[in-house]
């Protein structure tokens, strides 16, 4: 999860029972972006957001995960993959969701970047 530059070789860890990735890129990686749909939403519905990487070659997997208040919602996590046209994905608010705002990251795993969106979360509609 780190850039190593330009590179003949390179020494990594073997990890049983887990997959290794590596992303060989000629260039630097370019910043992937993130945005909601709707900036404000109300409890119980679906938020739904883009996730781009312009230039991208391939797909790359990003997790993506919130914060309420500072506090992480443990509930969002979940993997996107994203390729050359980008990809949307939804965001489920529940009724009991905490309101106000909230910041979703989406987090490259291959280069460890991250893109940052802001939603407001309303009572019910």
Not at 97 to 113: C, H, R, S, V
Request: hydrophobic share 40%.
């Amino acid at each position: 999860r780190k850039p190593l530059g330009e590179r003949r070789s390179f020494t990594t860890k073997i990890l049983p029972n887990r997959a290794s990735f590596f992303v060989f890129y000629p260039r630097s990686v370019p910043s992937a972006q993130l945005a909601m749909e709707k900036a404000i939403v109300p409890a119980g519905s679906l938020a739904k957001a883009r996730l781009s990487v312009p230039g991208l070659a391939g797909e790359h997997a990003f997790r993506i995960r919130a914060k309420a208040e500072g506090k992480e919602l443990e509930w969002v996590n979940q993997i996107v993959l994203v390729g050359r046209d980008g990809t949307e994905f939804d965001l489920p608010v529940a009724y009991n969701d905490p309101q106000g705002k909230w910041e979703i990251t989406a987090t490259d795993l291959f280069t460890n970047a991250a893109a940052v969106a802001k939603l407001d979360v309303r009572g019910r509609p």
